[in-house]
């Protein structure tokens, strides 16, 4: 029988700890460390900084608001995080989201383009919908890895911020549908 080399780093999957601390680990990769944890983490307070910017650029008053009403929103879900990260008892680590900064720069770039107002409120509707897109994937990922690791309160918490996510991005839809790309379609 041969001897193989057993490991004692407690980041070895192989390596027997606590469950408490095994479960930390994996919700802490998740929502403080690894991706889409930085969607989660820091993309909300980039998105933040970046929303009244692109509201201004709008045309469309219901696309304003709408974009307005989000950034409120955006500025609750930055601290129910807080809330997730206290109710699983870890300290996330602070990166910078690449995902949600190549995002941003494409709706700035749509920000800030020359042109007819009506054309630009449907490519900012269009961009903001990829935001969307992106945070409803990393919401959905987390609540349900929370929710299978018997973080329920962690899982609540994501579930509100998912189901925002998810009644923004069909807000959005409404004003495309209602007005936007009538008009710009002219």
């Known amino acids: 029988m041969s001897s193989a080399a057993v490991s004692t780093d407690p980041q070895d999957p192989r390596v027997s700890v606590d469950p408490l601390v095994a479960t930390c680990r994996q ?26 910017d692109i509201a201004q650029a709008a045309s469309s008053k219901d696309l304003t608001k709408a974009i307005d009403e989000h950034l409120e929103e955006t500025r609750g879900h930055v601290k129910r995080l807080e809330e997730v990260f206290e109710a699983i008892g870890i300290q996330p680590e602070s990166e910078h989201c690449d995902g949600m900064e190549g995002l941003i720069s494409e709706g700035s770039e ?31 990922t ?7 690791l018997g973080h329920t309160d962690a899982a609540k918490l994501l579930g509100e911020t998912l189901d925002e996510e998810s009644a923004a991005d069909e807000k959005l839809t409404k004003i495309a549908e209602k007005s936007v790309n009538r008009a710009a379609a002219r």
């Open 27 to 52: 919700i802490s990769k998740l929502l403080g460390e690894a991706r889409p944890s930085n969607t989660l983490r820091m993309a909300a307070p980039q998105l933040v900084e970046a929303l009244p």
């Open 142 to 148: 987390a609540r349900t890895l929370a929710r299978q």
């Open 110 to 140: 749509v920000a800030e383009a020359a042109g007819d107002g009506d054309a630009r409120d449907a490519a900012l509707i269009g961009a903001a919908q990829r935001v969307e897109h992106y945070e409803i994937a990393a919401y959905g």
